[in-house]
């Protein structure tokens, strides 16, 4: 499953959710819901604003893939 790495991003910049939703104006409970990996889809516009604000230079540092931790059924 992807995944965002924005929770990281955030600590590592020392950057709360409220000053990265009031930067890109992306709603606030979104972007909570994104550092939490909480949202099951990701609007491309808003993934723009936060790769733009957060000056990434890889899609690679705002996502990543993780193994589903569910057991595959037999």
Known sequence: ?????????????????KQLSELTGVRYPTV????????KAWSPENLGKIYKALGLESVGELIEYVEDKKTPKA
């Open 1 to 17: 499953m992807l995944r965002l790495k924005l929770n990281f991003l955030l600590l590592e910049r020392n950057m709360t959710a």
């Open 32 to 39: 909570l819901d994104m550092a939490d990996n909480k949202s």
